[in-house]
Structure formats: structure tokens, C-alpha cells
T-cell receptor, first 112, second 115 residues
Framework: GNSVTQMEGPVTLSEEAFLTINCTYTATGYPSLFWYVQYPGEGLQLLLK?????DKGSNKGFEATYRKETTSFHLEKGSVQVSDSAVYFCALSDPPPDKLIFGTGTRLQVFP | NAGVMQNPRHLVRRRGQEARLRCSPMKGHSHVYWYRQLPEEGLKFMVYLQKENIIDESGMPKERFSAEFPKEGPSILRIQQVVRGDSAAYFC?????????????FGQGTRLTVV
């Protein structure tokens, strides 16, 4: 079945460092790909998405490119802030009926 | 425009009791999804419902768990005879429709503790 694999955490960075969180997927067909962020004690918020190959999703300085050839959707940010500390989930939508399938999440800790 | 509302935020039940978790989707949303998050794990899909219909329950345990989304009122996830292994955060999400790239909006979750 369809699945998502994320790099293990936690990822620990100093403020202003470059961030990469790896995500690869297995899917039949052409899923949409998402990154969600979860702050402590909260639900998930959509960070960015891409719906077809070579699309780049971006938001709040974060970017991810849908790479069909490598089945990847790695999350990047050029300069992280302490406020970016959270758990990041990669997900794909499994059509139909478009339920989201999540990776296990990667905890990011940013220190001043 | 209120987001997805889940209640209660925290629920404590003794083993053998019933747990009822409620989810009110965003206004205009007719699709509801339930997910379970175990400590330090990702979210596992449980069930997808539209008004009065269960569309996909492939992630629901076969016993003790049930879900409904009536014509009026919130969606309910019901867990009968809870056991310690049911302790988790349960998240509800809603969407306006389905289709490529449709965004699902999540509630803040209900944290169930079974003692």
C-alpha cells in the first residue's frame, strides 16, 4: 500500500542554520504531497503542498519540491528560527477518497 | 469562522468505561476524518465519513470502535470498554470536498487517558 517515510528525529539546529527534513513516499498513481506542522499541544496545520511532479510548495520560508523520479518531497528552509521548533509531518493523499497518509513525524528543535 | 472543534480536549476514563469524542467540522465542510496519534508516533488513519455515511473505515479496529456523522450535529468517535492501549491523542479533520490537493483542517485533538 501507499506509505510515507521520514527521517528520524530529533533534528537539533542553531538559529539561522539550514534545515532539511527528508521525506520519501511509495504510491501507485499520482498522489498529492503535503507537509504539516504540529506545535506542542496543538493539532496539525498545513505548511505547504504540491499536487503534481516538479511542483514546488512554499510557505513561511519553507520549500519542498515534488520529485517523481526519486519519489521524494524533502522539506527545506534556509534559516530556521526558534519559533520553528515543532514536529513536521510529511503526508500524501491517497485518491480516492483522498485520505491523508502520514509519516511518523520529525521533531525539530532550534536553539538560540 | 471557527475551525474544527473537538471536545473534550482531555478525557480520562477507567478501564472498561466508554469514551465518546466529538468533532464539529468547519462550516460548510461535509467530509470528516479521524486519526489516532500514539506517543512519539505519526498519525494513523482510522475512518472517513460523509454526512450519514461511512466511506472508508479501513483503519478502525474491528471491535469496540465505532464512528458516526449524523445529518445534524457533530461527528462522534465512540470507544467501548476502553483499555490502556487506547490511550492516545485522537484528531479530527474536515474538508469541504475531496479531490487532488484538497486541504484538510485539523482540530486540536482529544487526549484520552485510560487509567
Amino acid at each position: 500500500g501507499n506509505s510515507v517515510t521520514q527521517m528520524e528525529g530529533p533534528v537539533t539546529l542553531s538559529e539561522e542554520a539550514f534545515l532539511t527534513i527528508n521525506c520519501t513516499y511509495t504510491a501507485t498513481g499520482y498522489p498529492s504531497l503535503f507537509w504539516y506542522v504540529q506545535y506542542p499541544g496543538e493539532g496539525l496545520q498545513l505548511l505547504l503542498k504540491a499536487t503534481k511532479a516538479d511542483d514546488k510548495g512554499s510557505n513561511k520560508g519553507f520549500e519542498a519540491t515534488y520529485r517523481k523520479e526519486t519519489t521524494s518531497f524533502h522539506l527545506e528552509k534556509g534559516s530556521v528560527q526558534v519559533s520553528d521548533s515543532a514536529v513536521y509531518f510529511c503526508a500524501l493523499s491517497d485518491p480516492p477518497p483522498d485520505k491523508l497518509i502520514f509519516g511518523t513525524g520529525t521533531r525539530l528543535q532550534v536553539f538560540p | 469562522n471557527a475551525g474544527v472543534m473537538q471536545n473534550p480536549r482531555h478525557l480520562v476514563r477507567r478501564r472498561g468505561q466508554e469514551a465518546r469524542l466529538r468533532c464539529s467540522p468547519m462550516k460548510g465542510h461535509s467530509h470528516v476524518y479521524w486519526y489516532r496519534q500514539l506517543p512519539e508516533e505519526g498519525l494513523k488513519f482510522m475512518v472517513y465519513l460523509q454526512k450519514e455515511n461511512i466511506i472508508d473505515e479501513s483503519g478502525m479496529p474491528k471491535e469496540r470502535f465505532s464512528a458516526e456523522f449524523p445529518k445534524e450535529g457533530p461527528s462522534i468517535l465512540r470507544i467501548q470498554q476502553v483499555v490502556r492501549g487506547d490511550s492516545a491523542a485522537y484528531f479530527c479533520a474536515s474538508s469541504r470536498t475531496t479531490g487532488t490537493g484538497i486541504e484538510a483542517f485539523f482540530g486540536q485533538g482529544t487526549r484520552l487517558t485510560v487509567v
